[in-house]
């Protein structure tokens, strides 16, 4: 079955530094990868995916994530991080069967400190 | 930019009551979903709409729930009997499908109580 997997329940970064949120995958197949963002009190908004193609991909709000086939992780970067970007980060796997429903990891709350 | 739009953003209910959840997709997608997230967890697959029918559903998706596109704008959520355990931010998203677009769009959510 279709899985993510997200090992830290908290990153914690000061403000201008760069930031990583870990996630590591287990998939049958290719893998179509997501991350989302949720806001207190807001749903989830999509920041970007992998479907295909180049390994690192640019999403919203400066953030990119690199897709590492070898090591079955699409971890979230941002060179330098904002006090606004705190929030609850979600990856998610595209599941393969017929319809697409999203698997989410359990989440990574990102604390940025000014 | 399109949205996805969801009603109420609370909704407070006894124990055995019938809710109905409404949800308006972004106007020309054609997949609609539910997700619910328990206060603390991740985030849960309910059921996967398309053309009318459901697509898929998940163990969660007994027969208490139903799902409807009664007007070709609205997709409802319907619980006809909420246990205590039905508390949770239900997620209404939508997706427009084709080669690359795959993600979902969601909705603010609904915050289910029932006491």
């Known amino acids: 079955a279709q899985s993510v997997a997200q090992p830290e329940d908290q990153v914690n970064v000061a403000e201008g530094n760069p930031l990583t949120v870990k996630c590591t995958y287990s998939v049958s197949g290719n893998p179509y990868l997501f991350w989302y963002v949720q806001y207190p009190n807001r749903g989830l908004q999509f920041l970007l995916k992998y479907i295909t193609g180049d390994n690192l991909v640019k999403g919203s709000y400066g953030f990119e994530a690199e897709f590492n086939k070898s090591q079955t992780s699409f971890h979230l970067k941002k060179p330098s991080a904002l006090v606004s970007d705190s929030a609850l980060y979600f990856c998610?796997?595209?599941?393969?069967?017929?319809?697409?429903?999203?698997?989410f990891g359990t989440g990574t709350r990102l604390q940025v400190f000014p | 930019e399109p949205e996805v739009t969801q009603t109420p953003s609370h909704q407070v209910t006894q124990m055995g009551q019938e809710v109905i959840l409404r949800c308006v997709p972004i106007?020309?997608?054609?997949?609609f979903y539910w997700y619910r997230q328990i206060l603390g967890q991740k985030v849960e697959f309910l059921v996967s709409?398309?053309?009318?029918?459901?697509?898929?559903k998940s163990e969660i998706f007994d027969d208490q729930f139903s799902v409807e596109r009664p007007d070709g704008s609205n997709f409802t959520l319907k619980i006809r009997s909420t246990k205590l355990e039905d508390s949770a931010m239900y997620f209404c998203a939508s997706a427009k499908q084709g080669l690359f677009n795959y993600e979902q769009y969601f909705g603010p959510g609904t915050r289910l109580t029932v006491t």
């Open positions: 998610a796997v595209r599941d393969k069967s017929n319809t697409d429903k999203l698997i």
């Open positions: 709409f398309y053309n009318n029918e459901i697509s898929e």
């Open positions: 106007s020309n997608h054609l997949y």
